[in-house]
């Protein structure tokens, strides 16, 4: 498919912004939704909207049907062994906090080590903090090399037996650094300690197949990978799962309820307390449904090449710094000499161009590259190389005209 | 939007207090110390205001982020020093005001070149830049009336 077809997919793409046709290279914050997503979801509203487990009626039943549906396209799509290891939720934040609560809070000690590392968005930070305080173990984190990327060295000397939990990041969302999870892995299990990875930056750019990779949990968002925000997936290995305790606890997600003493359902039931997001499941469903029409590895060759035509560009830009390691996922962070990167996007914004300028959530990594914020592209299966010789002239723009001013 | 509304978000004067910012720097410690981020974005304000007599003896700040903020902070420096309380804090709702895109040319005060901050009004996302130090003096002026 071409590329001006893969964009008549995206009707929100079709516009102009400030006098210029709109260059979108903010997908690594949300992507963009194709018509068969929205659709999905306007059916769903508009023919069988009901509540699912419970009607006995025609439309509850096709709810249900659909929503499961959508669990069993996830479980496709990531090479779950199992629909019971796939739990919806409403994003990565919240995959993250439910390994915390339900894991984290039950099973850590004092003198216990949470291993981190320092590229890590803050929800892969925080939850692990309060997790800390709460249980009196302590995060340890492994050393970055100097182009932003981690050696199983490192991994090998930070994680120890005193290890209970390894959480890292499979695609950071500021260097672009794709990590060895495998690696990770094995490592953080020849220790005895468990993996938790987010996965929010990996699973809508490229394949990722939880019986190789051997994680125990994997959490990432379907508004990253074109479905709607809202809705994120908790993977976790079934064996863990059925020992931890749910978080929410109150309709759908119980067996028996007493007076005094109640029982949950199965998994993946018992961690999904509430109606849950039934829309927003069918339309992460539609999301998978549209990549798997391309091929993930077709996604991630077409933004690689298209991240190395941007490092390729940006480098002969005098007075630009690019961050982060050569090999990478699709995204370029950057910085002009002399302006903010807030001051930055406004020129480009002005250009219609949208890009991202701040810390990314990110604040500590934003320290170990010694700077307060930066500006960052990315890139999805809608941007081709002409969007990124738009973004070179407005970064041109934007030299020329605080060049200017100051 | 042309190049011609950005020059109404980054006029001269604005680039003049960024490049060359007024009342840079710490005071000692009779002052209120306010530390002020913005968590979205990262900017961040270190306000030192000294209060005597019901007056803004001295203002000084340190800080990072964009040519909004960090002008706005030096402007704002400028503005209140010598002032007292009563109408540094008028001046505070003034400039909110004008953040809001309302009329503020009737107003009592001469202000200055906070008047080149005006054209933040029509950059939403930037606003939150431009009231950082604002806000930052309305809080040390509370802080000091607690003490």
Redesign the interface.
Known sequence: MTIKAIREQFPILNQEV??HPLVYLDSAATSQKPLSVIESMEAYYKQHNSNVHRGVHTLGTRATDQYEGARDKVKNFINASSTEEVIFTRGTTTSLNTVAYGYARHVLQEGDEIVLTEMEHHSNIIPWQQAAKYTGATLKYIPMEADGTITLDSVRSTVTENTKLVAVTHVSNVLGTINPIKEIAQIAHENGAVIVVDGAQSVPHMQVDMQDLDCDFYAFSGHKMCGPTGIGVLYGKKALLEEMEPVEFGGEMIDFVGLYDSTWKDLPWKFEGGTPIIAGAIGLGAAIDFLSDFGMNNILEHEQQIANYAQEKLSEVDGLTIYGPKERGGLVTFNIDGV????TA??L??EGIAVR???HCA?PL?KWLDV??TARASFYLYNDESDIDRLVEGIQ?AKE??GD?? | MSFNNLDTLYRQVIMDHYKNPRNRGTLADESVTIDMNNPTCGDRIELHLQVEDGKVKDAKFEGEGCSISMSSASMMTQAVKGKNIEDALKMSSIFSKMMLGEDVEDVDFDLGDIEALQGVSKFPARIKCATLAWKAMEKAVAVDEEE
């Open positions: 400030n006098g903010h990167p807030h001051d406004t020129v914004d002005a300028a701040g810390h604040q934003m307060t914020a723009r005209y605080f001013v100051i």
